[in-house]
């Protein structure tokens, strides 16, 4: 049975369709979307960093103050079901990117294995991986190039 209880297949439901609950529930805890971007300003291509948001718990992945984020990180975007089509630099693993899409979620997903930890299983999370910003430096010196290994 899904997290959330008897709410059916509930992800598999338009995302526009879905209560606060199941909207929130959907995030797989990856980490990712809470990492620093660097955008150029002559292509305006966005580049990934691996530096963490001064909020991200780097043991568990999670946002340590999800209530209060936007107050105390006023650039912390807010997802919604249409900005969520939109954003390229989301992950590819990401759930509300993969639905806005029409997209399934993938099987290691916690609302389908009902292991929260899979996510950190599969190497897609940011555990282990990244450094707090309260810590990092200048974003340039932790920039991810793509098809480069780090």
Known sequence: MGALGDQG??????????????????????GQCCLHKVEDADSGEIFSTNVACKLLDLKTGRCSDYRHRRALV???LRLTPRSAGELEWLPQTCAYRLRAHGDPLPEWHYLISGDR???????????????SETEAGPLEHHMVWPGIDA
């Open 9 to 30: 297949r509930f992800w598999e439901k338009p995302l526009d369709s879905l209560t606060r609950e199941q909207w929130e529930s959907l995030c797989d805890g990856c």
């Open 74 to 76: 006023p650039d912390c």
């Open 117 to 131: 930890d899979a996510v950190h299983a599969q190497g897609i999370s940011v555990i282990g991986k990244v450094v």
